[in-house]
C-alpha cells in the first residue's frame, strides 16, 4: 500500500466519524502510508456541534484550529500536525463522484482514483432545500443552510452585513431552533417558521415544547406554526426580500435559514450496498453488505441491542462512538481478536441561550411524566420529562440538570426500570434517578 492514492484503510468523508475513527486507527496500531482520509472540506475534522452553537456567537466566538476532533469529548485536538505526525494522509477539497466497491476504488471529481483495501463509509449527512419541496427561489444568495464550515463563514459574514435586520429561519428542528437562537443573541430580528403544531416533534412533548417556544417568545423571537414557505421572492440583486407563506401571511427577510431537516449521503453506494431506513446497513461491528466495506455516524442502519431494531442516529455521541467500534473491530479482526457489538443508549442534546438539555434512552410509550419548574422567566429553569412503556422507563429528558443529575439520567435510561403508572417518578422528579 506504499504508493500514491492507495490505503490499507480508507475513510470516505472527513467530518465527525473520520476524526474519530482516524484517532482510534492509530490507538490500535498502523503503519505510516496505511490510513487515508478523503474530504471535500478543506479542513481537518471538526466537531460539527460547534457550528450552531460557539461558532455564530456575537463575541468570543468559537474558530478553526479550536474546535477540531476530538475536544468535544474531552479528548486531544487532532490539528492538521497530528495527521502528519501519524502519518495518515488528509486528502482534503477532494470531492468523490464514483465508488467502483467490487474494484475497490474511488474516483474524484478531478479523475483522480484512490485504491483500498478496507473502505469506511462515513458521508454522513447532506441538508434538505426548499426546492426538494417544490419551493422557488431558494438558490438566491442571501438563502443559507448550516451543514459545513462554508456555510457557517456565510452565515457569520450574512449577520454583519445585515446588521439588526431581519431573519427568517425555516423549520423547527434541531438547527432551526439552535440558529435561530444565535441569530437573536446577534440581535436580529428573527421570525421561525415551521409546519409542525410544535417545534423539534421528533423528541419534544408539547408540554417540553411550549416551555421552548414560550422562553425563545420571551427573547423577542417570533414563532409561526402550522404553516410552511410556499414562495421566496427576489429583487433584482437576487436576494430574497419577501417570504410567502401557505396561511397567506407575507414576511420581509434580509437573510433566510433553511434548517428542514437531513438526509444520509448514500447516493454514491446505490444498488452496491444494501439500505435500509434509507442509511446503510450494517451489522453490531458496522459492516456493510459488502465485504472490506464500513459505514459508519449518521449514514450507518444498525442493530440497537437495547431496543432490538435496526436504527440510524443523526447525532455526534453515536458518530464517535460508532467510529471508534468499527475501528476495533477491523483491527481486531487481523489480530484474531474477539470485538463485541456495538451496544447504544441514544444520547442527544442542544444548548441555546442559557439553557441547555441533554436526553438519553429512547422517546417512546403510552405516558410521558413532567416534573419540575417549566416557568420560563425563572432565573434557572429545569425541568424533565420521562417516558413509560408497559410501565418500564423508556427515555429521559433534563433541561438545565447538573454533572451527577445527567450522569443519573444516563444510567437510569440503560436500566430501564419497572415504574409502573409513574407516580412515583411525578413525586420525585429528577431525584429518582438517584434512588435505585
Ligand atoms: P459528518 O456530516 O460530520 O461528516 C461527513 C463528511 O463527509 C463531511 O466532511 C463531508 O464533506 C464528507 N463527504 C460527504 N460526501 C462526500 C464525498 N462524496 N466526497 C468527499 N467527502 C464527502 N449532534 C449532536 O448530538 N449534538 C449537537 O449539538 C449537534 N449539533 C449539530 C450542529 C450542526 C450545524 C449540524 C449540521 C449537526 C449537528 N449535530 C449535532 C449532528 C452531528 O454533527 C452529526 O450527527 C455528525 O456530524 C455525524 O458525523 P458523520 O461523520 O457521520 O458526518
Ligand atoms: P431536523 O430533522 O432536526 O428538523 C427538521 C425540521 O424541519 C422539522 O422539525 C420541521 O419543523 C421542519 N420541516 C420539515 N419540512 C419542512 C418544510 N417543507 N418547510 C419548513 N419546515 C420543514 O433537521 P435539522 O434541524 O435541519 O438538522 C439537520 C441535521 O443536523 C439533523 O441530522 C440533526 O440531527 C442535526 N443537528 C443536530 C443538533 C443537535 O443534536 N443538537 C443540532 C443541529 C443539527
Known amino acids: 500500500y506504499y504508493f500514491p492514492n492507495s490505503f490499507k484503510y480508507l475513510i470516505l468523508g472527513g467530518g465527525v466519524a473520520a476524526g474519530y475513527a482516524a484517532r482510534e486507527f492509530v490507538k490500535q496500531g498502523v503503519k505510516a502510508g496505511e490510513v487515508g482520509i478523503i474530504s471535500e472540506e478543506s479542513v481537518a475534522p471538526y466537531e460539527r456541534p460547534a457550528l450552531s452553537k460557539g461558532y455564530l456567537l ?22 492538521r500536525s497530528w495527521y502528519e505526525k501519524n502519518g495518515i494522509e488528509l486528502i482534503l477539497n477532494t470531492k468523490i463522484v464514483k465508488a467502483a466497491l467490487e474494484s475497490k476504488t474511488l474516483t474524484s471529481e478531478d479523475g483522480t482514483n484512490f485504491k483500498f483495501g478496507t473502505l469506511i463509509i462515513a458521508t454522513g449527512s447532506k441538508g434538505l432545500k426548499l426546492r426538494d419541496f417544490g419551493v422557488k427561489g431558494d438558490e438566491a444568495k442571501n438563502v443559507l443552510c448550516l451543514r459545513d464550515i462554508k456555510d457557517a463563514d456565510q452565515i457569520v459574514e450574512a449577520m454583519k452585513a445585515k446588521k439588526n435586520g431581519k431573519a427568517v429561519v425555516v423549520g423547527g428542528g434541531y438547527n432551526g431552533l439552535e440558529v435561530g437562537a444565535a441569530l437573536r443573541l446577534n440581535n436580529l430580528s428573527v421570525t421561525m417558521v415551521y409546519p409542525d403544531p410544535w417545534c423539534l416533534p421528533r423528541l419534544f412533548t408539547k408540554e417540553i415544547a411550549e416551555f421552548y417556544e414560550r422562553y425563545y417568545t420571551s427573547k423577542g423571537i417570533r414563532i409561526m406554526k402550522g404553516t410552511s414557505v ?57 459492516k456493510t453488505s459488502m465485504k472490506d466495506v464500513y459505514a459508519i455516524g449518521d449514514i450507518a442502519c444498525f442493530p440497537m441491542k437495547m431496543y432490538n431494531e435496526m436504527r440510524r442516529v443523526e447525532h455526534v455521541d453515536h458518530a464517535r462512538k460508532s467510529a471508534m467500534k468499527a475501528v476495533e473491530g477491523i483491527m481486531g ?68 440538570g447538573s454533572a451527577e443529575e445527567n450522569k443519573a439520567i444516563k444510567e437510569l435510561a440503560w436500566l430501564q426500570p419497572k415504574v409502573g403508572d409513574g407516580k412515583e417518578l411525578k413525586d420525585n422528579g429528577v431525584s429518582f434517578a438517584f434512588e435505585l
Open 230 to 286: 410556499i414562495d421566496l421572492e427576489s429583487d433584482s440583486n437576487k436576494e430574497v426580500k419577501r417570504v410567502k407563506l401557505k396561511n397567506g401571511r407575507e414576511l420581509e427577510a434580509d437573510i433566510v435559514i433553511v434548517g428542514i431537516g437531513a438526509r444520509p449521503a448514500t447516493g454514491l453506494f446505490q444498488g452496491q450496498l444494501e439500505l435500509n431506513k434509507g442509511g446503510i446497513k450494517t451489522d453490531g461491528l458496522f
Open 333 to 400: 479482526k487481523g489480530k484474531g481478536k474477539v470485538v463485541e457489538e456495538y451496544d447504544y443508549l441514544p444520547y442527544f442534546y442542544s444548548r441555546v441561550f442559557d439553557l441547555s438539555w441533554q436526553f438519553y434512552g429512547d422517546n417512546v410509550g403510552e405516558t410521558t411524566v413532567m416534573f419540575g419548574d417549566r416557568n420560563p422567566a425563572a432565573k434557572k429553569p429545569k425541568f424533565g420529562c420521562y417516558w413509560i412503556k408497559d410501565g418500564k422507563l423508556m427515555g429521559i429528558f433534563l433541561e438545565g
Open 58 to 79: 456575537p463575541k468570543n466566538a468559537a474558530r478553526l484550529p479550536q474546535f477540531h476532533v476530538c475536544v468535544g469529548s474531552g479528548g486531544e485536538r487532532l490539528d
